[in-house]
């Protein structure tokens, strides 16, 4: 594989690329819609509970580290779609390890807020 020069301008259309793909992410990828209702209520409840800065960085990590996986998640399901639209055993094992790789971050980030919201609350 040759490698490439850098190019300022290559990069730029790297960033149109992901700016789509987020663009994606939210428009069409139906779990999505759940984490972005899930970091509404998130950061509402951040500001009634006053939450610290090192709380808000937290929460912000948790927050994308989610969205990064049903990014990544979506990704490798629409790409399975196409390898194989017809239903195989080994497709169905790549699309389930990718949606537990969600569960495990949502599971993540749900008791990261739990630990931080529940003394507020209490």
Known sequence: MKQQKFSIKKRMQSFTHA??????????????WIHLLAT????????VCKVSQTEWIELVFAIGFVLAMEAVNSSVENLADHVSPE????????KDLGAAAVLISAITAFVVGLIIFIPKII
Do not use: M, P, Q, W
């Open 40 to 47: 509404c209520f998130v950061v509402l409840l951040g500001f």
């Open 19 to 32: 700016f789509n793909g987020l663009k994606v992410l939210i428009t069409e990828e139906h779990n999505a």
């Open 87 to 94: 239903r195989h055993d080994l497709i169905k094992k790549v």
